[in-house]
């Protein structure tokens, strides 16, 4: 097969489940189906469709090779602490959020309502996020990185400012960088010569990091996808931006001996990947990844595994902060600004109390988010910290959400006003997990 002939294959199975959905709403809206009597044969399609997606085998990925040997792993040291309880981001964190900060604002805000309709975010909006080098801030610079030290918060802190912007587009912006980090972090030498390169050259490749299974009362440390004879077979669910990744990162039982990280390639026979529409993050085009004997490769040990877990949950509080924020900007301009009986409603003491509320929240949240975060960048026992910080985060990010509809009436409903998708996007909290890391 030549190159060309890959291209186009892997680019109509990027596509296929776009199209078939854009297609299929098409048809639904068209006055032709009514003339001839298919209106009700359409809707059952559609709905079909949208509840089980379309199903697609894994997209042909590039050749991961190593161009060079390393005589080692390369890992990144702790920052170095000052002793003092000093959350205060540094220069270069500052620099970088007031970039991130301005991408959000001025290209995923834009940008959200339609990619949530879509399912989807923009192609040039993701290359725009790689040209920023979201994949590169945990890649030690002798790999093609930026970074000299371990950089857990400057992660927390650029999550924190994508999501601000737009939650889904923004998890679908660093899905990649889940995969370069986990590599980075846990990868041996041979690992990070063969990935690496790929994520630090022009053309980063689409990846995910996959943990989350579909079932109720989900444990991330009791797994039903397995790893037997070095073949993995299980089913992972709202897996970011599933149908165009070229390579994962899947979480699986190790048979006697636990859980562990693995590397998949999304070219490998037996692995399918299916359209899972969700409620929120619609943006990040999140998909169920099925995988029957697949071969794999373990990334890190089991101790390894139980800091990925908790780094993960770390990034989805940042993502909380960022999207709790944007509650709060939009709803104090409004209820200053809404009249009713004569005044703004804010003279109400129940609309008062309750904006006040959503900033108080937003702060403690924020506060036990940026603790987790130092004490994982200096290397120190963050267990604690991040299991508050996930608890705070999901309770009180649920409810803000909830409280910013409840602000704007009946405004809150409807699609004019985003804080409905914001609302959908919070409730996600507590129950992802993987997709991100920092």
């Given amino acids: 097969m030549s190159l060309l002939e890959r291209t186009r294959g892997r680019e109509r199975r990027r596509d296929v489940i776009g199209v078939g959905v854009a297609w299929l709403n098409r048809l639904a809206k068209s006055r032709t189906i009514d003339r001839f009597g298919w209106r009700k044969q359409t809707e059952r399609v559609v709905f079909e469709a949208t509840k089980s997606g379309f199903r697609t085998a894994g997209a042909l990925s590039r050749s991961f090779s190593a161009a060079s040997k390393l005589a080692k792993p390369s890992r990144l040291p702790s920052a170095r602490g000052s002793g003092k309880f000093d959350l205060t981001p540094t220069e270069d964190q500052q620099t970088v959020v007031e970039v991130v900060r301005e991408f959000a604002a001025e290209v995923l805000r834009p940008a959200a309502a339609v990619a949530d309709t879509d399912c989807a975010t923009e192609p040039k909006v993701l290359t725009a996020s790689a040209d920023l080098g979201l994949s590169l801030i945990e890649v030690p610079e002798e790999l093609g990185g930026i970074v000299t030290e371990r950089s857990a918060m400057t992660g927390v802190l650029v999550a924190e400012a994508l999501s601000h912007g737009d939650m889904g587009q923004a998890v679908a912006c660093l899905a990649p960088a889940a995969v370069s980090t986990a590599i980075s972090l846990w990868g041996d030498e041979?690992?990070?010569?063969?990935?690496?390169?790929?994520?630090?050259?022009?053309?980063?490749?689409?990846?995910?990091?996959?943990?989350?299974?579909?079932?109720?009362?989900f444990d991330p440390f009791d797994l039903r996808t397995r790893v037997t004879g070095g073949k993995l077979t299980g089913v992972k669910s709202l897996v970011p931006r599933g149908a165009e990744a070229e390579l994962f990162v899947i979480a699986a039982q190790l048979e006697d001996r636990g859980p562990a990280l693995f590397l998949v390639e999304s070219g490998h026979p037996g692995v399918t990947i299916e359209a899972e529409p969700s409620m929120g993050l619609r943006a990040a085009s999140l998909s169920r990844v099925i995988l029957d004997d697949v071969p794999a490769v373990q990334l890190g040990t089991f101790?390894?595994?139980?800091?990925?877990?908790?780094?993960?949950?770390?990034?989805?509080?940042?993502?909380?902060?960022g999207t709790a924020k944007a509650v709060l900007d939009y709803v104090t301009p409004y209820v200053n600004e809404r009249i009713a009986f004569g005044e703004p409603i804010s003279h109400r003491q129940s609309v008062a109390f309750m904006v006040a509320n959503i900033a108080i929240e937003l702060?403690?949240?924020?506060?036990?988010?940026?603790?987790?975060?130092?004490?994982?960048?200096?290397?120190?026992?963050?267990?604690?910290e991040v299991a508050l910080a996930r608890r705070l985060c999901a309770d009180k990010g649920m409810q803000i959400g909830t409280d910013g509809v409840q602000l704007l009436g009946g405004h809150g409903f409807v699609k004019e006003h985003p804080v409905e998708r914001w609302y959908r996007d919070l409730r996600a909290i507590g129950i992802m997990e993987g997709a991100v890391l920092v």
Avoid: N
């Avoid at 702060?363 to 604690?384: C, D, K, P």
């Fill in 303 to 321: 101790d390894d595994y139980i800091e990925c877990v908790r780094l993960s949950r770390l990034g989805w509080c940042a993502l909380s902060l």
């Fill in 190 to 217: 041979t690992q990070q010569a063969t990935y690496l390169p790929a994520f630090t050259g022009d053309s980063a490749p689409a990846a995910a990091l996959a943990i989350l299974e579909p079932r109720p009362l």
């Fill in 363 to 384: 702060e403690g949240m924020r506060l036990v988010t940026y603790r987790a975060g130092s004490r994982a960048e200096q290397g120190l026992s963050f267990a604690r």
